[in-house]
């Protein structure tokens, strides 16, 4: 990623310092419970788009699999000049739909400890 940076910015490769990671902490708004079923939202008329693991799950690999898929679909719309900017609208008309998954993390494998009920997961909401 750094090298793409440094590209995007034209410097020397080699030339920004290599990121160290000293602290991790869970994200709190992890927890989505619905999507669209898209892996990204992309509007060509408002050249706006939105990428994030809600879209696909929830956790660093969805972020970065809808991160991926956005800047593929952004390539895409500027490399078809003259096209229908309308066949490169995605996740504008879909309906939400519960989102499938586990607990924070989202470890395949690994159940919730216990289910909440309808009275919990509205004080969640609160």
């Not at 709190?28 to 994030?52: M, Q, Y």
């Amino acid at each position: 990623m750094l090298e793409g940076v440094e590209s995007a910015l034209g410097l020397p490769k080699g030339s920004l310092p290599k990121p160290s990671y000293t602290r991790l902490q869970l994200w709190g708004a992890a927890l989505p419970t619905n999507t669209p079923g898209v892996p990204c939202i992309f509007d060509p008329f408002g050249r706006a788009g939105i990428c994030g693991d809600w879209l696909l799950g929830s956790n660093i690999e969805a972020a970065v699999l809808s991160g991926i898929a956005l800047a593929n679909h952004i390539a895409d719309y500027f490399q078809s000049p003259g096209s229908n900017a309308e066949e490169f609208a995605v996740g504008l008309n879909h309906e939400f739909q519960p989102l499938e998954g586990h607990d924070i993390g989202q470890f395949p494998g690994l159940g919730s400890e216990e289910k909440m009920n309808e009275g919990q997961a509205y004080e969640l909401t609160k």
